[in-house]
């Protein structure tokens, strides 16, 4: 398993249910998630993560989506995310944040689902905690550092 990825792009939006859009730099608050952003809040899913390869899987259906597309505040690239263990601890930018879920149930059905019958976020996206503050942008290291105990 790769140990290590990068940022892609940083992603906000001021409410929900809406695409995110690029932001230079996100701050990452303990039990929050990213200041501004409308996910954040001090719950489990304070700070939500998608593979740009999982981005490319709809792009090659036809899709002209792009990172924040899917409302996910971190776009990453080189780390499968949805094989990483709940309790799995990696440091996001300056970050440390652990994992609380893997995907997600989507009660409604989005516009992607809507013009492509798939959705790759409920089964490929990952939601974190915010342990320690710190930022993070675009170019940044993701280094997981331990496994949750699911895979021990």
Known sequence: MNKVGKVVAVCTSERTGVAKKPIERGVLKVNWGIEG???????HRQVSLLAIESIDKMRAKGLKVRP???AENITTEGLELYTLPVGTRMRLGTALVEV??????????????QATGDCVMPREGIFVKVLEPGTVTAGDAIEILELGLEEA
């Open 37 to 43: 952003d409308a996910h954040a809040g001090d719950w």
């Open 100 to 113: 609380t879920q893997i995907g997600k149930v989507c009660h409604t059905k989005c516009a992607i689902y």
């Open 68 to 70: 924040g597309s899917f």
